[in-house]
């Protein structure tokens, strides 16, 4: 039994007549009769009999009719009630460059959906940054990606935070799109002599490259260091130079397949881990709680339908023990 089943029959008993039953709750006729005839079926009694002025409930039916409208106002003061309490609050959220543009919109789609009543405070900066802002409770959650914050956890040191990995990226060369073509994959190896523009050390994705340059024994040709994303594309667009970076670096160029050439870094090591980081459990809201599930499904949903290219997920929902 259904409660759009009990609000059908309310509505038949209270107009008199199925025709108008149907007309008043936009329905066919005759899917509203088969769903009375199926309540009936579920409760093997008769619960409305013709009339020459239309239907009329039996002894049955204006016994269920009485109870059936106690349901439905019980199930709209329950909505109410739900409605009333809905999770409110503020949840800071920090973000690189490359990760906002991929998941920032969707994850404030996600949560205004979701969690209307939640306002969310959005912050697109450089890992570092965000590391220094996570560290001064100015963000409740943020996605970084220095692997050594994930050693100390394990380790059993350092901060008080909630440190999980979220999702493991491959990395590119990206050239602009007039430079001699690009093989469909590279190794870090035969990067010794390319001219790169990247971010500076502090900053996760710097961290992650020069632990693969120094496995592959050489030292990158740096021609300028940048940290912001939108100036270091520009400069590769401009020829200045090629830039290592995850697919997402070229999630806001809606012509990036003509403007950029890519190849993907073949070396293991040369994949960045992103790890979704927030304050201890204990100082987490409900809000962020809540919010920090959001983005894991987010995640999970942007990887699974194959809009977050060279990515492979890893973080399933939390529970109560990824403190650190």
């Known amino acids: ?7 059908y029959f309310v509505r038949i008993v209270e107009l008199g007549s199925m025709s108008r039953a149907a007309a008043d709750l936009d329905m066919v006729q005759s899917a509203l009769s088969q769903q009375i005839t199926r309540l009936e ?21 204006v016994a269920f009719f009485r109870e059936a409208q106690l349901t439905l106002r019980h199930a709209e003061q329950a909505m109410r009630v739900a409605q009333q309490a809905r999770l409110s609050g503020t949840v800071s959220v920090g973000l690189a460059p490359t990760t906002s543009a991929v998941l920032g919109l969707p994850l404030m789609q996600a ?21 220094a802002m996570l560290n ?3 963000l409740d959650l943020a996605v970084l990606f220095d692997t050594r914050l994930h050693q100390t956890r394990q380790a059993g040191g350092g901060r008080r935070w909630g440190v999980m990995p979220l999702l493991e990226e491959d990395l590119f060369l990206v050239r602009r799109g007039a430079a001699p073509r690009l093989p469909a994959e590279i190794a870090i190896a035969d990067l010794a002599d390319e001219p790169l523009i990247l971010p500076t050390g502090p900053h996760g994705l710097r961290s992650t490259l020069d632990t693969a340059f120094a496995g592959a024994g050489i030292s990158p040709r740096v021609v300028l260091e940048v940290d912001s994303l939108a100036m270091v594309m520009a400069a590769v667009d401009a020829g200045l130079g090629s830039t290592l970076q995850p697919w997402a670096a070229l999630g806001r160029y809606p012509d990036a397949a003509q403007r950029f050439q890519c190849a993907r870094l073949t070396d293991a090591p040369a ?29 999970r949903s942007l990887v699974g339908e194959g ?9 399933t929902v939390p529970d109560t023990h990824h403190t650190s």
Request: net charge positive; with cysteine; aromatic share 4%.
């Open 111 to 131: 949560m205004r959906e979701r969690y209307p009543d939640v306002r969310l405070h959005m912050v697109e900066s450089m890992s570092g940054h965000l590391t």
């Open 1 to 7: 039994m259904e409660l759009r089943q009990l609000r």
């Open 41 to 61: 079926g579920e409760l093997s009694t008769r619960l409305l009999h013709r009339t020459p002025r239309g239907v009329a409930p039996t002894e049955a039916g």
């Open 136 to 138: 001064a409770r100015q």
């Open 307 to 315: 809009r977050w290219f060279g990515a492979t997920a890893l973080a």
């Open 271 to 299: 994949r960045r881990v992103n790890l979704l980081c927030s304050l201890s459990e204990d100082e987490l809201s409900p809000a962020a709680l809540a919010a920090r599930v959001v983005l894991i499904h987010c995640v």
